[in-house]
């Protein structure tokens, strides 16, 4: 699937989280979906895609029983919805500025019936570029707030996860070290 497609797909997963795409279809008319759908990408993009694009998106949705057809409208399916959760949470990034001496640390205690989410999660804070403090405790010399709200929103588990600053503490020069910050 070329990067197109894949932003094709995220495009209409989205729509259809979101609810967008939730429309009563008229007896008469049975593409309305598909006519909906294409109006909906043509406001939320600058990019134009071919009916056959939007076809083919919308057959591989389903073949990998992401969307559902039923009762005349398009639904997410559960797994629409983790692959809509990783897609989105692939594109989160931490800017690294310069640093103001300041640690943000995430502290999380998420339940075991969430277990999947707490994985993803650990794993999404090292990519982010989280260094492992303890088990549930990551650190970042970096401003993320904003990141890491998307994050715990998209993998629904904002009871269970803390985010704090502190400033410089004794023996932080290891971790000043591995984030090469020059002190």
């Not at 999947?116 to 970042?140: K, P």
């Amino acid at each position: 699937m070329t990067d197109k497609n894949k932003a094709l797909t995220i495009k209409i997963l989205k729509g259809l989280g979101i609810g967008v795409l939730f429309t009563a279809v008229s007896i008469l008319n049975p593409q309305f979906p598909y006519v909906a759908l294409k109006a909906y990408l043509k406001t939320r993009s600058s990019k134009k895609y071919t009916d056959k694009q939007l076809y083919d998106t919308i057959k591989y949705l389903k073949r990998k029983k992401f969307i559902a057809y039923s009762n005349g409208k398009f639904i997410i399916t559960k797994v629409g919805h983790k692959h809509l959760e990783a897609a989105l949470t692939q594109k989160l990034t931490i800017e690294k500025v310069k640093w103001d001496k300041k640690w943000r640390f995430v502290s999380f205690d998420i339940p075991e019936e969430q277990k999947n989410a707490r994985f993803v999660f650990r794993r999404r804070l090292a990519e982010l570029g989280f260094y492992n403090f303890q088990r549930s405790l990551f650190v970042i010399p970096y401003p993320c707030q904003k990141t890491i709200s998307t994050l715990i929103k998209t993998l629904k588990i904002e009871p269970h996860v803390h985010v704090f600053t502190a400033e410089r503490f004794p023996n932080d020069s290891r971790l000043a070290r591995f984030y090469s910050l020059g002190i």
